[in-house]
């Protein structure tokens, strides 16, 4: 293993984050001081949780409804405002906490054009909170005011599916979801990555595709987190997607998928002997090494790092890093993935509504900075692989290829409420280390392959091999 990695991310997390070196590290401040540190929340391999003093100011989270994994640093907290006077029933003790916690930290200090110190004193007033489902809904048209798709209300059982779902096994469809980045909550879900392996993938969805209703239940009329409700279930029931593909013109239809427990191996790899496409000047006992994460989950970083030694025991000459569809995960994965790649740099720059804040650069210690290297992304690239994308691209170190990556840079945080429900809540958004804001926009590849060209490149390592010795495989190396 490689000096100063640790081997599980959920562990690595504070020196990690000591590691980096920047001065435009944020104190302790507020936000640092109001996070009540529950260790129920990491995992039970974890022998070493955080201490409060070297959390960051910012906790990541995926807040995509997710069937086949969600993966994150689960902050928690129990803020209590300061109360106004008329503040004296436990509904108006819990509302105010989700609108402390979306005070404290949101990114959009303007709070999409509202007085967020009014919206909280009419409220007061104004609402009657008889029972606790008048409160979560008095909470969801709170955060719905922001026009986030990404700040959420989490009720307990949901918060609770998605702190289990962080093993990365649950049982489901295999498919990651998100509203479409460019229209928001009142549009149907959109299929950012299916899992390899899963119902889904088999039953030839794309990322792309939308799914318009789950089971009859129009997607445009659900929250992220009903949705992936939905689409999990009892291991062998079934469940009815109507989908239409990919692109305005694209058909509708229903795919009936039976459900089962979904687990991911986070990185594949395989050693190809060729002399074809990816190697067209190199003799014919050159090696090509091929490497596929598939997420970043608290294992990626342990895998991937074994994985390149290997390659380099080996001696291949040129890897294929291979991250489409992998939907993200752990933001501090795809960063100590990046520094096993590059020397020097800037890995991501962490910005707020006040501008940069942080950046993440290489420690100078790459397991392999001078292999050539492709990197293949498509429209499932998101969120933490598009962080390890943006920083291999941007300094460098890889080409990419394929075609334009999600367009996931928001960072949120999750904030456990006192009744055991919570709201997610985005706090940042990263940037390329160009300064390029990829939100809604994506990472694109210089080499552009079409979608047939994609999607007959194989996913596995050793399909992945035989196909890059024939013609058919496309032009990646010069």
Known sequence: MRSGVQARPWEATAPFINSRKSQYQRPCG?????????TNNIPSSASSPLSLSTQPWYLTIQTRAVAALAAGVLATSTLLPNLPANAVTNEQLL?????????RAYVDKKFNGQNWFKVREDAVKNLKLTSREDTYTAIRSLLASLGDPFTRFL???????????????????????????????????????????????????????????????????????????????????????????????????????????????????????????????????????????????????????????????????????????????????????????????DIVLIADSNGVRDIYEADGHPLDDKTPLVV??????????????????????????????FGKGLIQTLVELSDGSAVAVTVAKYQTPAGIDI????????????????????????EFCKYAGTDAAPKLFG
Request: net charge neutral.
């Open 376 to 405: 293949l992304v498509n429209r499932g690239t998101a969120s933490a692989s598009e962080v390890l994308s943006g920083a291999l691209k941007d300094n460098g170190r890889a080409v990419l290829a394929g075609e334009s990556t």
């Open 155 to 345: 009720a307990p059982e949901q918060y609770s599916a998605l702190r289990r779902s962080t093993s990365g096994a649950v049982t489901g469809v295999g498919v990651e979801v998100s509203f479409a980045s460019d229209r928001g909550a009142s549009s149907p879900l959109v299929v950012i990555a299916p899992a390899p392996g899963g119902p889904a993938e088999k039953a030839g969805i794309r990322p792309g595709d939308e799914i318009m209703a789950i089971d009859g239940q129009q997607t445009s009329e659900l929250s992220l987190y009903a949705a992936g409700g939905l689409l999990q279930g009892v291991e062998g029931s079934e469940v009815v997607l109507t989908l239409k593909a990919r692109g305005a013109t694209g058909t509708v239809k229903d795919v009936k998928l039976t459900r089962q427990p979904i687990k991911i191996n986070p990185v594949d790899s395989a050693i190809c002997t060729t002399s074809g496409n990816y190697a067209p000047n190199a003799a014919p006992t050159s090696k090509l090494g091929y490497i596929r994460i598939a997420t970043f989950s608290k294992q990626t970083v342990e895998k991937f790092e074994a994985a390149l030694a290997s390659l380099k025991t080996e001696g291949v000459d040129r890897i294929v890093l291979d991250v489409r569809n992998n939907g993200g995960g752990l933001f501090s994965a795809g960063v100590e993935v990046g520094r096993m790649l590059i020397n020097k740099g």
């Open 439 to 462: 939100n809604k926009i994506g990472i694109s590849p210089k080499i552009v392959l079409d979608a047939e060209a994609l999607t007959a490149l194989p996913f596995n390592g050793a």
């Open 95 to 103: 509302y105010l906490e989700a609108w402390r916690a979306v005070d």
């Open 30 to 38: 507020p936000i640092n001081a109001s996070l009540k540190h529950n």
